[in-house]
């Protein structure tokens, strides 16, 4: 259906990428990173609304060059997303540090701390002791909706929810060295995320969960789709565990950088145990490596 605009960018695209020199000319690698640019926007902003896509030639960036997000966010960070659910922890008799540990040593590589229920005192003083840990071990924390705990505990970031603050005023008052988050179960919501700043999207639930039991699931079909609509990084949520989580990821989307766990891991009386065995069974289909630590018993 394109009669032109396709041949002549894929061409442009090509001389760029062949062309050489050291340093590259400067006008060449303009060329490449508008290119490169104006492809990435034209998959999230759908540029191209006739027949001429995928790019308008005459487009420009006077709003979407200036989306900001974290500058040193690493989409591999996100392999093992450990969301710790305070509530569930509370049968078990178990801190809320003594369960950061626990997943950090099991092999998580990025940690959401969540608590619907405690008041802001209470809550503030579990994050500042999560962050303290966190710290130690190098591995990114997140507070879940409450942006304000996730600024005085100083966290790497933030967590929001559809219903919570937009990504917009958040990353306004967070700045680009803090990591954003948001919960996403359609195209347009990921769009949206992708458009305000976030750094990556949570989709699901991909499977019923008993931690969100109103929640309508989205179900594999549903999460590929919004792998395939968005270059932000995705993350697989909702009733995964060691039964199902092959099914996610034998026929994952680029996309698809990380696997969420919630109640598969913090409903458990070991935590790291839990823990292992699942970045055990999701090692290989990443090509980076996930650390497999030295098993440790905890929170029995």
Not at 7 to 35: F, R
Not at 207 to 232: F, K, M, Q
Not at 234 to 263: F, M, Q, R, Y
């Amino acid at each position: 259906m394109n009669t032109h605009g396709t041949g002549c960018t894929l061409a442009s695209c090509i001389a760029a990428e062949m062309a050489k020199g050291n340093p590259v000319p400067v006008a060449v690698q303009a060329a490449k990173d508008y290119i490169q640019r104006a492809l990435e926007h034209s998959k999230n902003m759908k540029i191209a609304k006739g027949l001429h896509g995928p790019l308008d030639h005459f487009f420009s960036f006077p709003e979407y060059s200036k989306i900001s997000r974290c500058k040193g966010f690493q989409t591999n960070s996100l392999r093992l997303y450990a969301v710790i659910d305070l509530g569930m922890k509370r049968r078990w008799q178990c801190s809320a540090a003594e369960a950061l540990r626990c997943a950090i040593e099991g092999g998580a590589t990025i940690v959401h701390l969540r608590d619907k229920e405690t008041g802001a005192v209470d809550f503030l003083k579990k994050a500042e002791s999560c962050v303290e840990v966190s710290r130690k071990s190098r591995i990114p924390l997140l507070i879940n909706d409450r942006l304000d705990i996730a600024m005085v505990c100083e966290a790497d970031g933030v967590h929001l929810e559809q219903s919570g603050l937009p990504v917009k005023q958040a990353r306004r008052l967070l700045g680009s060295d803090k990591i954003i988050g948001v919960s996403c179960k359609s195209i347009e919501q990921a769009q949206k995320a992708y458009e305000d700043g976030a750094d990556y999207v949570v989709c699901g639930p991909v499977y019923p969960t008993t931690t969100e039991e109103n929640s309508i699931t989205v179900g594999l079909d549903g999460l590929y789709a919004i792998c395939r609509a968005t270059s932000l990084p995705v993350v697989a949520i909702g009733g995964i565990n060691a039964s199902n989580v092959e099914e996610i990821l034998t026929e994952k989307p680029t996309t698809l950088h990380g696997i969420a766990v919630v109640s598969e891991l913090f409903d458990k009386p070991d935590i790291c145990k839990a823990m292992q065995e699942l970045a055990g069974m999701i090692y290989g289909f990443f090509h980076d490596e996930v650390e497999k630590p030295l098993v440790h018993h905890c929170c029995m």
